[in-house]
């Protein structure tokens, strides 16, 4: 092959260095599932057209408030609401339709809410029947329809998942002034539908919100008899309490599930420091009270049970005041160790994929384990692991020892990771000793 003369001068040849790096997944991106409708009048003309109901059904980004409240209609559902609100006598079936309305505002608060927060993108999976109830195989949904959870197995960028219509979901509207009573006996179904997605994905966790209106003791009884203690659904359960009181996005302030403004101070953290930050001691915007106002002591009884509390602290507004998982683990106690662990497999595994079929040799021994010595060192270095040196924080084996020739002859490639986990001081103690004034020394 012949190739055209080059003037003297100089040239630079790019090559491939063969150096395979491994890639931090991203940790915070939620899915929120919930109720929404169409509007019975004919929409507003936006930039963005409304999602039809079909397309409502299936996993959606929205990557801001205004691309959610366009998709799904939500200036023309307030405007609605806002008529019957008013609306007086009230024709058969409005009171339903207020109900429906209400629900519906409760999936468009907790998006809210993520945006408000410092969350950048989401995944929305919609319920079309607001008026009925949902069971949880109807929850549990479908993988190839891609509805429910199910619809979410197909995408792996989510890390959170929260429901903050679930309880609005264990009870089907009426056509009365009062809504209907949510059932906590029906939500538990919901509840571990989520619960089981989560850990079967083993890279998101689920954002779970009591039911409205409890009190402080119904809390811990509901807590003992609905959500698992036990590994693995509790380490990847995250519960925050009280609700919180929002403005509205439709200007009628109500009270709100906590799980979206969680989502997004939960993103928020993880840019600002590192996912392995616990997000706690971290202020919720958007929020403009809490109707449940609980003491010291209250809180330690409810942080012992993996309870996360929302606290208001004087001069300093109100503020996410816990960071554990429902597992009394001491490897899943919390949050920020659990959602560490989730990233670094989750990277490991989404990077090392260029290694299936390759020789299975020293060679590939020996470059999977720089690679992932490489992303440990980083990690480590940004504060993610403990240790005054990497090999105090990690150790990475994959070699002779732990692949044998019967390894080898099943086709597999073993490599042995472990970590030590930065924990947070969650109890910060000071010991203040009294010295007595000394008599001054004369010059």
């Given at each position: ?35 929404t409708t169409t509007p019975t009048q004919n929409p507003t003309e936006t930039t963005t ?395």
């Amino acid at each position: 092959m012949t190739t055209s003369p080059k003037p003297p001068g100089v040239y630079v040849t790019e090559k491939s260095s063969g150096v395979r790096m491994i890639v931090g997944v991203g940790t915070s991106t939620p899915a929120f599932l919930g109720y929404t409708t169409t509007p019975t009048q004919n929409p507003t003309e936006t930039t963005t057209p409304p999602f039809t109901p079909d397309e409502r059904k299936i996993p959606q980004p929205i990557r801001g408030w205004q691309e959610f409240a366009d998709r799904y209609s939500i200036p023309d559902l307030g405007k609605e609401l806002a008529a019957l609100l008013k609306k007086s006598p009230l024709a058969a079936g409005d009171q339903k339709r207020i109900q429906v309305l209400q629900r519906c505002l409760t999936l468009a608060e907790a998006v809210y809410g993520f945006f408000a927060n410092g969350g950048t993108s989401c995944y929305v999976v919609g319920f079309l029947n607001p008026d009925a109830k949902v069971d949880a195989p109807a929850l549990a949904g479908n993988a190839e329809t891609r509805t429910g959870l199910g619809g979410l197995e197909t995408v792996p960028e989510v890390t959170m998942v929260a429901v903050p219509s679930l309880w609005d979901m264990t009870v089907a509207a009426t056509d009365t002034q009062d809504p209907p009573t949510p059932v906590p006996a029906n939500g538990k179904p919901l509840i571990d539908q989520v619960l089981a997605h989560c850990t079967a994905q083993r890279n998101r966790l689920a954002l779970v919100d009591p039911p409205p209106g409890q009190l402080v003791e119904p809390l811990k009884t509901f807590v003992g008899d609905n959500l698992a203690s036990t590994d693995p659904d509790a380490a990847f359960t995250a519960l925050y309490y009280p609700w919180v009181k929002v403005p509205g996005v439709d200007g009628v302030p109500r009270t709100v599930p906590p799980s979206g403004h969680l989502a997004g101070v939960w993103a928020r953290t993880d840019a600002e420091r590192g996912v392995f930050k616990a997000p706690a001691n971290q202020n919720l915007r958007g929020v403009l009270d809490l109707p449940t106002l609980l003491t010291d002591d209250q809180n330690g009884e409810l942080n012992d049970k993996g309870v996360n509390c929302l606290r208001v602290f004087p001069g300093r507004g109100l503020l996410v005041w816990g960071a554990r998982t429902r597992s009394t683990s001491r490897d899943w106690k919390y949050l920020n160790v659990r959602r560490l662990v989730c990233f670094l497999s989750d990277s490991i595994r989404q990077s090392s994929t260029w290694a299936v079929f390759e020789p299975n040799d020293d060679r590939l021994w020996a470059t999977l384990r720089h690679s992932v010595t490489s992303f440990l060192t980083d990690q480590w270095r940004q504060g993610a692991l403990l240790g005054r040196t990497p090999d105090e924080a990690f150790y990475v084996i994959c070699d002779s020892t732990n692949n044998t020739s019967a390894t080898i002859d099943a086709g597999q490639v073993i490599c042995d990771i472990g970590i030590a986990p930065v924990r947070p001081a969650e109890f910060v103690h000071f010991t203040i000793t009294q010295i007595a004034g000394q008599p001054g020394q004369s010059g």
